[in-house]
């Protein structure tokens, strides 16, 4: 039986226009074979988890440059946690200093990518998250 | 020896040199196929046979000369360095007014505004997207009182200014020109360049307003109004910088940046303006990345293409239309959050390819920006790395030092024929304008970037620090921290504005705004009569919203 494939959502949160990032690792993920939602830019955090629900996604892949992490990341854990969705997985690409990344972690974000990451390391991540959590 | 003999020779000469080289790659093979960011396999070595038929006048010239391969001016540094202009700007006015300063106290020779994110998109620092956003990767501007606190105790008339700034550039220039009138400086001594370059902005930057078609008609209104009122004033930077920064390759950098200035051209010309009229004010942004030669070729090679688009396509009489000047960054992407140290090293070599490229004003990244905004420390690094280019290791000391090599010539020419190659087929599309419309940029890049992330996971590049020569337990830099209550600072100070502004002079100016808008008046005038009645950037923004319309990104993935 043909395993059903996962279901993410790239999105990149806030002003900055920056997608490179997003959009490589949108096209590797589909390449390993998962099913891929990009949202484009200037999404809030409450369009994020709209979309996350309407399109009923295992992951959120979410990037930012702009520094705005803090304001913007954790409404997005929030929302999901009042919407009563607690297996979606929250991960985030972009320049985010250590200290930060700290505190995100202890919001609920399941991990930080920052630049110089690899989009297997990013792969592995999701399969093995995934994987634990069924 | 006549040159055919001379030819003869040479070849039977190189033959049995390769019997000999193909003797030793059997028992010694190369260590990897060599090849550059833009795909051409690499020789071993280059030679005067890689130049059959170069004439010297045709495609070089002395510099100062058309087509200005060797440079656009006669004696290039040895008459004045470029200008050292480290693009800054975070938290309020007042913090980056201080920035400003301490940069010019350390010798930097002008100044590069970084705005934040809502004043890029044209939001006010109190609009619910400008959340968390607010002074963040620059400074936050809403309306004049702002731009007066940044540029206060800066000599307008001595210093020259850039301005990051796009889609609300005639509302940022508008703001310039205010503060100029009131610190008493004659428009024709402000000197500086507003960015100004809309279509890059769809295809690599994101920071767009207003739908393609409109946003060309602000620029070409800046245009007639800049040529009017502030002649020295550079009206656009076409960029190839974020083009580049969103992946392209160095052809890919040169083709669409240049493919973008014809579309402003054509524009231009449509508008009824002759090339010879803003020729001279169209100025050039470029990357310069890690492949060192390459880029060396690569200014050089935008430089003929471009003399040779304003004389032959465009029909431009006056040489300063011709000539390609251009500011380069370094390369942001490259950068690594590994072994942070190391990107001194790169960006020295990245700023070094700039200079020896022939570049009029370099910035140079901080090795903290895969990690957080730079550090005054390591803004200072930044800096002194152009210096001791500059001063220290006579890069400087003669024109074009690396004019006449024979692998720079013949990547010279490989780079102008690739871009020559796209700007047919960006012609076939119909123009730059409908090529991004229809995506096909968009995806080139998006296909060159895929390429190079998938080298450097298969270590084809290497990256040091990153996917080689890694270390563990790296040491902690120290990192700059914003202010959390800057934001809230910046909306009592907008609060304040618009409660002490006189509300009639301000309601009149956008409604006349509003009214050229609508037609095909000139809007430039009317943006400066509300900025100088303390309109905020987002009414005025709003307003034009209202006329043009809001882009919707096309997603091409």
């Known amino acids: 039986m043909a395993e059903k494939p996962l279901r993410v959502l790239v999105g990149k949160v806030g002003l900055d226009g920056h997608d490179r990032g997003a959009k490589v690792v949108a096209q590797a993920l589909r390449d390993a074979g998962m099913e891929v939602i990009y949202t484009g830019l200037r999404q809030t955090p409450e369009q994020i988890v709209e979309t996350a629900l309407q399109e009923d996604v295992q992951v959120i892949g979410l990037s930012i440059l702009s520094g705005a992490h803090m304001q913007l990341l954790p409404p997005v854990l929030e929302m999901l946690r009042e919407q009563g969705s607690h297996d979606i997985i929250v991960i985030v690409g972009g320049i985010i200093p250590r200290e930060d990344i700290v505190y995100l972690k202890d919001q609920g974000i399941a991990e930080v990518f920052t630049p110089g ?3 297997e390391n990013i792969i592995s991540f999701i399969k093995d998250r995934i994987m634990q959590n069924q | 020896m006549s040159d055919q003999d001379n030819k003869i020779q040479l070849d039977e000469r190189k033959k049995e040199w390769l019997g000999k080289l193909n003797e030793i790659l059997e028992k010694y093979p190369e260590r990897k196929q060599f090849k550059l960011d833009s795909d051409l396999e690499l020789e071993t070595v280059y030679d005067p046979l890689s130049l059959d038929g170069f004439d010297y006048t045709d495609k070089l010239n002395w510099p100062g000369e058309y087509p200005y391969t060797r440079g656009i001016q006669p004696t290039m540094y040895r008459g004045r360095l470029w200008t050292m202009r480290q693009y800054a700007g975070f938290g309020s006015a007042e913090e980056t007014n201080e920035r400003f ?54 000599p307008l008339d001595k210093v020259s200014t850039s301005m990051t700034i796009n889609s609300p550039a005639a509302v940022l220039l508008a703001m310039y020109m205010a503060v100029a009138e009131k610190q008493g400086i004659p428009m024709d001594k402000l000197n500086g360049t507003i960015q100004n370059d809309i279509l890059k902005e769809y295809v690599a930057r994101g920071t767009y307003i207003f739908p393609p078609r409109e946003s060309m008609r602000l620029i070409v209104d800046i245009f007639a109004f800049a040529g009017e009122n502030i002649p020295a004033w550079n009206t656009i930077s076409i960029s190839g910088y974020h ?39 169209l100025s050039f942004f470029f990357n310069a990345h890690s492949n060192f030669f390459e880029e060396v070729a690569k200014f050089r090679a935008a430089r003929r293409v471009w003399a040779a688009l304003m004389k032959e396509r465009f029909g431009a009489k006056n040489p300063r239309s011709m000539m390609l000047r251009f500011h380069t960054q370094t390369a942001g992407s490259t950068l690594t959050a590994q ?5 001194l090293m790169r960006v020295a070599y990245q700023a070094l390819s700039a200079v020896l490229g022939g570049t009029q004003s370099l910035h140079t990244n901080s090795r903290d920006e895969a990690l957080a905004l730079p550090s005054e420390q390591s803004v200072l690094l930044a800096l002194r790395t152009q210096q001791v280019i500059g001063y220290e290791i006579g890069a400087t000391d003669t024109v074009d030092p690396l004019g006449g090599s024979y692998f720079i010539e013949k990547l010279t020419d490989h780079i102008e024929e690739e871009v020559l190659r796209y700007i047919k087929r960006i012609d076939d599309l119909g123009g730059a304008v409908e090529a991004i419309e229809k995506g096909f940029i968009q995806k080139e890049i998006q296909a060159s970037a895929y390429r190079y992330q998938k080298e450097v996971e298969s270590k084809e590049r290497v990256v040091v620090g990153v996917n080689s020569f890694t270390v563990s337990g ?84």
Not at chain 2, 339 to 343: E, F, G, S
């Open chain 2, 243 to 281: 083009i580049r920064e969103a992946g392209s390759t160095a052809v890919q950098e040169v083709a669409f940046t240049l493919s973008n200035a014809i579309a402003y051209v054509e524009a231009a010309i449509a508008a009824g303006m002759e090339v010879d009229q803003f020729g001279p004010r």
């Open chain 2, 101 to 154: 300063r301490y940069l010019l106290d350390q010798g930097q020779t002008g100044l590069s505004v970084a705005f934040d994110l809502p004043t890029q998109i044209g939001y006010d620092s109190d609009h619910p997207l400008a959340r968390g956003e607010v002074g963040k990767v620059g400074v936050a501007i809403d309306t004049l009182a702002d731009m007066e606190i940044l540029m206060e105790k800066i």
């Open chain 2, 339 to 343: 072994q942070p140290d190391v990107n």
């Open chain 1, 117 to 119: 990451s690899s989009t």
């Open chain 2, 474 to 557: 790296e040491q902690p830099i120290d990192l700059l921290r914003m202010d959390p209550a800057t934001s809230q600072r910046q909306v009592e100070r907008l609060k304040e504005v618009r409660l002490s502004r006189d509300q009639g002079k301000v309601s009149e100016a956008l409604q006349q705004l509003r009214k050229a808008a609508k037609t095909s008046e000139n809007t430039m005038p009317h943006i400066l009569n509300a900025v100088k009645a303390y309109a905020t950037l987002g009414e005025i923004c709003g307003v034009l919203r209202d006329v043009f319309g809001e882009y919707q990104q096309q997603i091409t993935l």
